[in-house]
């Protein structure tokens, strides 16, 4: 079972990580006798915080219906998996890191960092982000993972294969590619444009206290987390008056942030497919791809694999939100205890 192996995981892991595996083993016990809890006769004086928070985890439940947790549910989405090739594409924010004010102290734990670290051992694991590919790396610091920058548009996968498994088709694309690495850049010629935005929004809002405008190579991101609540619109029309001058660039929405992209038809998903085509995992009857992310950009990589049948997108999610992931996680430890479960399966199996 699912829970007697993290049990059993403990004796390797250190006591952060053992600590919060005891959490959301604790979480997830709690779920399962969540039926028995919705038998007991309601206490006469339940305080009003209380009915809240237990209606929101009823919707919670009740949204775990269709999204079950991939905790609980591992050894069954694992039962396909033994003649298979996982690999792994991970988001960051939100998802290896929590999100926290000050975009660049979204820093990864030790923790995390080992638990990637351990997957990446096993399984051809990559890093899919909104931010900049360095960015990301600076925050990650692993050799043995793929990076992708800008929601996608900034591709590069090592030439030192990940593993021995991979060795094979990574070498040959390595051949064709050419000596720097599997280096792919869709949006490259939109570069000296996304510049000339990032500083026409920073002159813009500058007078907006708490706006950051965060350039991500390929993309911009305009942060509002930080902004009070009486300037988000003031923020906006600053945004979309810059952007009337630049049909060419799109605008989304994301954790309190406003993106800008080039509107070209690449995204997270597209890179998803990508890798999986290039670095030759794209068989279906072979590989088993795992896209684990938090936010509307990877709704766009779930989407690929419900298309293709192939894998399992998994969202983070502490709340009920509309996706097109088939399973859940709470929220990075949860991420975290995953990751050391596939770990420890692939150990155990091997
Ligand atoms: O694709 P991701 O790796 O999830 O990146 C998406 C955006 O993440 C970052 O912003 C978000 O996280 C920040 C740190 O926790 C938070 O302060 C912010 O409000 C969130 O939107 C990153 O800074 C963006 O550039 C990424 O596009």
Redesign the pocket.
Known sequence: MGLERLRAQEIETNSTEKEVIDENEERIAKMSSRDCRCDEPTRELQSNEDEVESSAEEAYAAWMVKHPSALIAFDRMMSIAKEKMVVVFL?????L???????DR?FMSDSMRSAVNKVAQYFPTCI????RRDK?YEFVKLTNVYYVGS?GMDIMAPLKPVDEIDSTLHEQAIKEKGNEGVLFQPAEEYLPMIEEVYSELKEKTKEIQGVLI?N?KF?I?V?F?RVDEEDWSLLENQVMDTMKNYPALLITR????I?IRPSIKWD?GRALEYLLETLGFGNNDKTLPLYI???R??EDAFKILQRRGQGYPIIVSSVPKDTEASYSLRDPSEVMSFLLHLFRWKKDSS
């Open positions: 988001d960051y924010d939100g998802t890191s929590p999100i926290v004010d000050d975009p979204a899919i982000s909104g931010r990301v929601h965060e991500n993309c991101s942060h987390r994301g954790r309190k942030v993106e997270k992310g938090d936010d950009t990877d």
